[in-house]
C-alpha cells in the first residue's frame, strides 16, 4: 500500500499545482477586504496539497514498516469488500438530487438531508451518528460560509 499512496500522492500534487497555477489567472472580482469568490481556488489548492503530502508521507511509512521494496512486487488483485456500484451509483444520483433540490429548497433545508442519506448510502447505519452529522456538519458549513467567508449560500425559490 506504501508504493500506490505515493504515487497517487505525486499525482494528486501535479495536478493541484496545475490547478492552483490556473487559479491565479483568475480575475480579483472583489473590491472589500472580505474573501470572495477567487479565495476559494486558493483554499481547495492549499487543502489538497496538505492531504496529498500526507498521503505521500502515509507512503512513505508505510514502505518503511513494510521492509522496503517488497512494497513494490505486484500485489494481487483483492476484492475491496466495502465498494460496491450500487453505492457509487446511489451516491452519484443523490448529489445530482441535491444539486436540484439547492435551487427548491436551499442550502440550510437541503443538506441536512443530503448528508444523512449520503452516510446512509456509505453504510453508517447508527441513528444517532446520522442525526448527529447530518445538523452539526451543515451547520457549521453554513455559519463558516456565511459569517467567516460572508458569502451568501442557496436560499431557495420555495422559502423565499
Known amino acids: 500500500m506504501g508504493l500506490r499512496n505515493i504515487v497517487g500522492g505525486v499525482v494528486i500534487l501535479g495536478f493541484t499545482l496545475y490547478y492552483g497555477g490556473l487559479a491565479t489567472l483568475l480575475p480579483k472580482r472583489t473590491t472589500t477586504d472580505a474573501p470572495g469568490p477567487h479565495f476559494f481556488p486558493y483554499l481547495i489548492t492549499v487543502s489538497i496539497l496538505f492531504l496529498s503530502a500526507v498521503l505521500i508521507l502515509q507512503g512513505v511509512r508505510g514502505l518503511k514498516g ?17 465498494f460496491s456500484i450500487a453505492r457509487a451509483a446511489a451516491g452519484l444520483l443523490l448529489t445530482g438530487l441535491y444539486f436540484s433540490a439547492l435551487s427548491t429548497f436551499g442550502f440550510f433545508w437541503s443538506t441536512p438531508v443530503f448528508f444523512a442519506a449520503l452516510m446512509w448510502t ?39
Open 66 to 82: 513494510s521492509g522496503g521494496l517488497a512494497d513494490l512486487r505486484p500485489e494481487r488483485p483483492s476484492a475491496n469488500e466495502n
Open 122 to 160: 456509505s453504510g453508517e447505519r447508527r441513528p444517532h451518528i446520522l442525526l448527529t452529522l447530518a445538523i452539526i456538519v451543515p451547520m457549521f458549513l453554513f455559519f463558516l460560509f456565511r459569517d467567516l467567508f460572508q458569502l451568501p449560500l442557496p436560499r431557495g425559490s420555495f422559502f423565499g
